[in-house]
């Protein structure tokens, strides 16, 4: 079955220090794996998909298929980037795309 | 464009009592997607509509029903609800189907069952 895994729930890291959020995956074809985010009292947007490649608000993360993992990563925390964060895995076949149980993030100043 | 918009905003229910939750996607979008977002569960998939048909259905109770009208608005429905169903319940849009990948989301409709 399509399921993605968020191992930490919760994740506090002081402004400054590297923060790599953990996504896993399990899926039978060829993955296509998101990151989604949501701002307190904002909407859930997505912040970044891997067949882009790109960089955005400083965060990367890859796919590592080897060991279905899609981690998020950034190397300087932010204030800004206190948020709960979702990895998502589409499952065409079933319409949908499959969430993990998201990772609050608390930078801490 | 308009985003995606969820109304009721809030609402406060009692056990046994139903409830009608409405969302209007982005104007040109025909997938609707519904999600039940919890603290302990995350983001659990509901059901996705397209072109007035249901695509798919995640793992939740008969109670949980949807529509979705021709001009793409979506409704959904819990019957007999029960305390475990206050939750934020998500709709999100998008143009050609959920598994696309960018789905746009709404504010959501907070449910408390009292």
């Known amino acids: 079955a399509q399921r993605v895994t968020q191992p930490e729930k919760l994740l506090s890291v002081f402004k400054g220090a590297p923060v790599e959020l953990k996504c896993n995956y399990s899926?039978?074809?060829?993955?296509?794996l998101f990151w989604y985010v949501q701002y307190s009292r904002q909407r859930l947007q997505l912040l970044l998909r891997?067949?882009s490649r790109e960089s955005i608000k400083g965060f990367t993360a890859d796919l590592n298929k080897g060991e279905t993992s899609f981690h998020l990563k950034k190397p300087f925390a932010q204030e800004e980037d206190s948020a709960m964060y979702y990895c998502?895995?589409?499952?065409?076949?079933?319409?949908?795309?499959?969430f993990g149980k998201g990772n609050q993030v608390v930078v801490i100043p | 464009k308009a985003g995606v918009t969820q109304t009721p905003r809030y609402l406060i229910k009692t056990r046994g009592q139903q409830v009608t939750l409405s969302c209007s996607p982005i104007?040109?979008?025909?997938?609707v997607s519904w999600y039940q977002q919890t603290p302990g569960q995350g983001l659990q998939f509901l059901f996705e509509?397209?072109?007035?048909?249901?695509?798919n259905k995640g793992n939740f109770p008969g109670r949980f029903s949807g529509r979705q009208f021709s001009n793409s608005r979506s409704e959904m429905n819990v019957s007999t609800l029960e305390l475990g169903d206050s939750a934020l319940y998500l709709c999100?849009?998008?143009?050609?189907?959920?598994?696309?990948?960018?789905?746009?989301f709404g504010e959501g409709s907070r449910l408390t069952v009292l």
């Open positions: 999100a849009s998008d143009t050609g189907g959920a598994g696309t990948g960018e789905l746009f």
């Open positions: 509509y397209f072109s007035e048909t249901q695509r």
């Open positions: 891997h067949i």
């Open positions: 104007s040109g979008h025909r997938s």
């Open positions: 899926y039978s074809g060829s993955p296509e």
């Open positions: 998502a895995l589409a499952d065409y076949g079933n319409n949908r795309l499959a």
